[in-house]
C-alpha cells in the first residue's frame, strides 16, 4: 500500500533554514517525478517544488533561490531544504507524485508537516 510520511517540520523565526523530509512507500519510486506542495489553512495546496526522475527540478517562483528540492532513489526518500525562511511560508507541506498520487480514483495525501515560521 503506498504510503507518503511527511517529517521535518517545526517552528522557527524568519531568516532560519529547515530540512524536511518524506518516506515515500510507492511503486517504482525512482522513476516517479516527485513535489512538494503547502498547504495554508483557507487557500488551495499549491505546488512549491518538483524534481523529475532524472534529477531536474522547478520551483515555483515565490521559493525559487531559497529552496532546494532533492531525491535519495536509494533511500525512497525525497528533500526540502528551506533557508532565508519568511512569515509567508508558514505552511503545512506535502509530499507527492508529480501528477498526484490516486488510489482508487481518490488523490492520496499524507499527514503532512507544519513549518511556522515568525518572530
Known amino acids: 500500500q503506498a504510503q507518503l510520511v511527511e517529517s521535518g517540520g517545526g517552528w522557527l523565526q524568519p531568516g532560519g533554514s529547515l530540512r524536511l523530509s518524506c518516506a515515500a512507500s510507492i511503486s517504482g519510486f525512482r522513476s516517479n517525478d516527485m513535489a512538494w506542495y503547502r498547504q495554508v489553512p483557507g487557500k488551495q495546496r499549491e505546488l512549491v517544488a518538483t524534481?523529475?526522475?532524472?534529477?531536474?527540478?522547478n520551483y515555483a517562483h515565490s521559493v525559487k533561490g531559497r529552496f532546494i528540492i532533492s531525491r535519495d532513489n536509494n533511500m525512497n526518500t525525497v528533500y526540502l531544504q528551506m533557508s532565508s525562511l519568511k512569515p509567508e511560508d508558514t505552511a503545512v507541506y506535502y509530499c507527492n507524485t508529480q501528477p498526484v498520487l490516486t488510489i482508487n480514483g481518490y488523490k492520496y495525501w499524507g499527514q503532512g508537516t507544519q513549518v511556522t515560521v515568525s518572530s
Open positions: 524534481i523529475n526522475s532524472l534529477g531536474d527540478t
